[in-house]
Every structure is written in structure tokens, then in C-alpha cells.
């Protein structure tokens, strides 16, 4: 069989592998702990369901337009108004299939052939696959633990190129939990409007923030880099919506009309009730997202403390979103030998760091229950003292 160049550039998956390996376990009776979860352990509240329900018995169930029903872009449009202080229209705004959807997209129409785009590490899996999917080059550079995983603009000027189109930013981040400041995002916009580079910034987990931490969005500093920046943007974390598939994006007029053009050939709209459902998520008061987050703070001190007190494990408190990005380089295993290790042995799931560019760490998901966080806790002291 001969496939594409396309198809050929793209990597299999190294979270699949191990999540699926877990899954067998699981399936055939032993007692898995998962800290690899990529979404919340929440079920979805219970009014979001409902609007979905009556969405169904309206028979809210045909197509809508390709970028999104009209009372969904108006919640989205409000939301971003609140949030992140930013001003879109009605022809701004795509709503997709999941903000990976939305990234696709975004990267299907910026990103041309040897185009460079810039993505720190470690980085959320996916990225760099869009890119070279599109034809794209990914040029990586790499953070460090003891500068939070944060790059500095000095480091990003060196980067940059002739070829350089595109800058990936993600704030709050998967998998360190790296939050930039809004000093920082200043000094980042900067260096992109300077040499007109398009910012691409991820932020589905915005409101997964903890401590005296600020989410803040980049485009909303001056026009120069509201023009060059998509804002990303979904439902599936903050509302446990991971199964619904409701993404959205704002940009420039240009850009949002072509990923419209693009989507009204590919997919078409997303789902015509997960998009109500999406409307009672953004247009209800955010007590569950705030519960939510309550919760995982809770977590998220259990797990690092927890860590911590591992031989051969050291992990810095994320500022953000539900993982830690565990330092292992003391085990002098890699991380795909200890990631294994630890679902043969101890029967727990984690994901390595090399399948976000970074090797010595893994990430590990407080996103489960507190007993599941202190039996796998327990498993790991037994095993590393
Ligand atoms: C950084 C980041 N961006 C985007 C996504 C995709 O989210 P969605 O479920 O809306 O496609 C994820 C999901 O894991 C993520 O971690």
C-alpha cells in the first residue's frame, strides 16, 4: 500500500500505546491505577445534559451552520468578552469538533510547506503532528524545570527564521502546568508582531488555574497581536465535555473564514446538540468549574507531596491544569522504560515524557479519586522506597 506523504509524517501515537496496553490490563481483571487521564473524573452537571435532552425532543437535529449555530457564537463572543477581554464577531468565530479539531484547522490553513512553527516543549502530543501534517517543520525549543518550563524571549528570538509562520503557545499547559504571566505574554507579543509571526494560543485550560495565579490571553494586549493571534478555545475540560466535541476559535476575519471554508467541506458543523449543550455550559453560572477546581487543588497538593516523597521522583507544584510533570531522571530509567515498568510492575498508567519532547519525567494525572491517588502512591513507595 502506498500512502500519502502526509499520512506517512505522521507519528503513531506513544499515550496510545500505553493507554491501551493499561486498558488490556484492566479488561482482564487487575486493578489498574489510571494516572494518565486526560480528562476530568467528573461525569458532565447535570442542566448541561439536560439542554442536550431537550435539544433531541425539540428536534434540534440537523445540520446548522458550518461554524456554528448562531446562539452558540453569541454565547462564545460573550465569553470571550468576560474572560479575556476580547472583542469578536459573529464572522470571527468557529465552532469545530473539539478544540484539537479547531487546531487542525487552524493549521491546515496557516502552515505551508516548509513553513517553521515554533512549539516549546514539553508539549501537548498533538502539536507537532499538525504541523507536519500540514507540511510544516516543527522547530522545538526546549524549557526547563528550574525556569518553570517557561522559554524567555531571548531564547525565542533565536529560534526564529525566515521561515518561521507560526508560534504555539499554551497556557496553562499539558503537561507541566506551566502558566505564563502577563508580563511574560506582553514580552512574547512583542517579538511576534516584530517579526509577524501568527500565534496559535491553546488555552482550553484557562480556567483549570490554581494559587494567585492569572489566566491571561495573549491577543487581548494591543490590535497588532489581536490580528495575528488564534485564540483556541473548548469545552472539555472546564465542563468535563471531553466526549461532546465542541472546540471553538476566534481570529482575524481572514483566518476564521477560511477554517470555515475548510470545515464546510470536511466535517461540517460539530454536533447540533452537543452545541446546546455547549450553550448551557457557557451561559450558567461556573459553580461546577470552581467546585471542579477545588477539587483538583486538593489533588494536585496529595499527588505532589506524595511524590515527593518517592526515591528517585521530585516534582515542582503545576500552577495549572490536572497533571504533574514528574522529574525521574534519578531512576537513570528512560521514560518509555519507566512508564512500562510502572504498569508491569505496579500495574500504574503514566504517560512518558519523551511523548511530549522531554525525556527524565513523566506526566502523571491526578485527574481520579483520592484512594486511587493513595494506593498508586503507596504501590510506588513499595516498589522505590
Ligand atoms: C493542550 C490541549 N489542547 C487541546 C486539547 C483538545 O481538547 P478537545 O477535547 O477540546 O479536542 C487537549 C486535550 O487533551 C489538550 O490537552
Known amino acids: 500500500m502506498k500512502f500519502s506523504k502526509r499520512a506517512q509524517a505522521i507519528k503513531a501515537s506513544l499515550t496510545l500505546a500505553i493507554t491501551s496496553k493499561a486498558k488490556k490490563l484492566k479488561a482482564s481483571g487487575e486493578n489498574v491505577i489510571n494516572f494518565a487521564a486526560g480528562e476530568p473524573y467528573l461525569d ?12 433531541i425532543r425539540q428536534g434540534f437535529t440537523k445540520y446548522t451552520p458550518a461554524a456554528g449555530a448562531p446562539f452558540l457564537k453569541k454565547a462564545i463572543i460573550e465569553k470571550f468578552k468576560k474572560d479575556n477581554n476580547l472583542e469578536y464577531n459573529n464572522s470571527q468565530i468557529v465552532v469545530s469538533c473539539g478544540a484539537k479539531h479547531s487546531l487542525f484547522n487552524v493549521m491546515e490553513v496557516l502552515c505551508d510547506e516548509g513553513d517553521e512553527v515554533i512549539i516549546p516543549a514539553p508539549y501537548w502530543v498533538s502539536y507537532p503532528e499538525m504541523v507536519r501534517f500540514a507540511g510544516g517543520q516543527p522547530v522545538i525549543i526546549k524549557t526547563l524545570e528550574k525556569n518553570k518550563f517557561k522559554f524567555t524571549t531571548d531564547t525565542l528570538e533565536k529560534y526564529i527564521t525566515a521561515k518561521t509562520k507560526i508560534l504555539i503557545l499554551n497556557s496553562p499547559s499539558n503537561p507541566a502546568g506551566t502558566v505564563y504571566t502577563k508580563d511574560e505574554l506582553r514580552k512574547i507579543a512583542k517579538v511576534a508582531v516584530e517579526h509577524n509571526i501568527y500565534v496559535i494560543s491553546d488555552e482550553i485550560y484557562e480556567k483549570i488555574i490554581y494559587d494567585n495565579n492569572r489566566h491571561a490571553s495573549i491577543a487581548s494586549f494591543d490590535k497588532d497581536i489581536y490580528k495575528l493571534t488564534v485564540t483556541i478555545n473548548g469545552v472539555s475540560k472546564a465542563y468535563s465535555m471531553t466526549g461532546w ?141
Not at 448541561?48 to 435539544?55: G, L, N, S, V
Not at 470536511?266 to 461556573?286: G, R
Request: hydrophobic share 35%; proline share 3%; aromatic share 8%.
Open 44 to 55: 458532565t452537571p447535570e442542566h448541561i445534559k439536560e439542554a442536550a435532552i431537550e435539544a
Open 245 to 385: 466535541r465542541i472546540g471553538y476559535l476566534g481570529a482575524s476575519e481572514e483566518v476564521a473564514a477560511k477554517v470555515n471554508n475548510l470545515q464546510s467541506h470536511s466535517t461540517s458543523n460539530p454536533s447540533s446538540i452537543s452545541q446546546k449543550a455547549a450553550w448551557a455550559a457557557l451561559t450558567s453560572d461556573e459553580r461546577f468549574v470552581r467546585e471542579m477546581v477545588r477539587e483538583f487543588d486538593i489533588r494536585r497538593k496529595k499527588m505532589v507531596s506524595g511524590l515527593n516523597r518517592i526515591n528517585g521522583f521530585s516534582c515542582d507544584m503545576p500552577q495549572g491544569s490536572f497533571y504533574c510533570f514528574c522529574n525521574t531522571k534519578e531512576t537513570r530509567l528512560n521514560s518509555m522504560d519507566i512508564a512500562n515498568k510502572l504498569l508491569d510492575e505496579l500495574k500504574i498508567a503514566v504517560i512518558p515524557g519523551i511523548a511530549f519532547g522531554q525525556e527524565n519525567y513523566i506526566r502523571v494525572s491526578y485527574s481520579c479519586g483520592y484512594e486511587e491517588i493513595d494506593e498508586g502512591l503507596r504501590r510506588l513507595k513499595e516498589l522505590f522506597g
